[in-house]
T-cell receptor
């Protein structure tokens, strides 16, 4: 079992709709969770971090965390073509090490 | 201010050669990380520096890989006797103190191709 699992996609969503990205992790002791966006040929860019159970909203992005289920999700409202990218779920497994999922490719179709 | 920089941006080498990849972190950041990203995968942790010392090198795949950060700023990842399987994007990231949960800022990466 991978430490951080994501559906590789591609996930195709019409422009203006809600995109829902999911991630599960195996280390119950993890306390910090991140979503990075990575455009093709570019480096990862942090878009959301979440540390407590529940929802965290930032503009069109909402991160959701359920530690009991070991589940993290990212919702993107009013999806735009510029949101087309690979979204990486990342989990702090220790004081210094981030474990990344393999990413979900998101495609927003006009 | 300037972000994390990495040089070279691209490196092509032949199997068996030695390569050095350089990372210049954000000024004042004490924590520095190296990752490797293969096509279609997420970044894979290699090594973490806190200041000049390697706090965690558990991700280095074998003894052909070595990294240094002699003055607590710039870091160099060194790969000896390169193999075709070493081809990947090598990413460097830095964070202010290395505290758990702190944001890591990534550089643009070095694309290494071993022929």
């Amino acid at each position: 079992q991978k430490e951080v699992e994501q559906n590789s996609g591609p996930l195709s969503v019409p422009e203006g709709a809600i995109a829902s990205l999911n991630c599960t992790y195996s280390d119950r002791g993890s306390q910090s969770f991140f979503w990075y966006r990575q455009y093709s040929g570019k480096s990862p860019e942090l878009i959301m971090s979440i540390y407590s159970n529940g929802d965290k909203e930032d503009g069109r992005f909402t991160a959701q965390l359920n530690k009991a289920s070991q589940y993290v999700s990212l919702l993107i409202r009013d999806s735009q073509p510029s949101d087309s990218a690979t979204y990486l779920c990342a989990v702090y497994s220790s004081a210094s090490k981030i474990i990344f999922g393999s990413g979900t490719r998101l495609s927003i179709r006009p | 201010g300037a972000g994390v920089s990495q040089t070279p941006s691209n490196k092509v080498t032949e199997k068996g050669k030695y390569v050095e990849l350089r990372c210049d972190p954000i000024s004042g950041h004490t924590a520095l990380y190296w990752y490797r990203q293969s096509l279609g995968q997420g970044p894979e942790f290699l090594i973490y520096f806190q200041g000049t010392g390697a706090a965690d090198d558990s991700g280095l795949p074998n003894d052909r890989f070595f990294a240094v950060r002699p003055e607590g700023s710039v870091s160099t990842l060194k790969i000896q006797r390169t193999e075709r399987g070493d081809s990947a994007v090598y990413l460097c990231a830095s964070s202010l103190t290395g505290t758990a949960g702190e944001t890591q800022y990534f550089g643009p990466g070095t694309r290494l191709l071993v022929l």
